[in-house]
């Protein structure tokens, strides 16, 4: 899961305010959190699942 590089921003208070963690590479693969870390730690989580449902679309389940 290393390979997937990821972008992190700050939200503003519009948007609710903690961090923002996207894999440009798994187009609609996203997370967030209060703080970096747990941004980071939601965002693999959210890539595990991400990797999770196209390897069953690959599988044709």
Known sequence: MD??????????????GGYLVEYPDLPGCMSDGETVAEAIA???EALRDC????????LGL
């Open 42 to 44: 939601n965002g693999r």
């Open 3 to 16: 390979q997937y590089r990821f972008t992190i921003r700050a939200l503003s208070a519009e948007e609710g």
């Open 51 to 58: 990797i999770a449902v196209l390897g069953e679309g690959a």
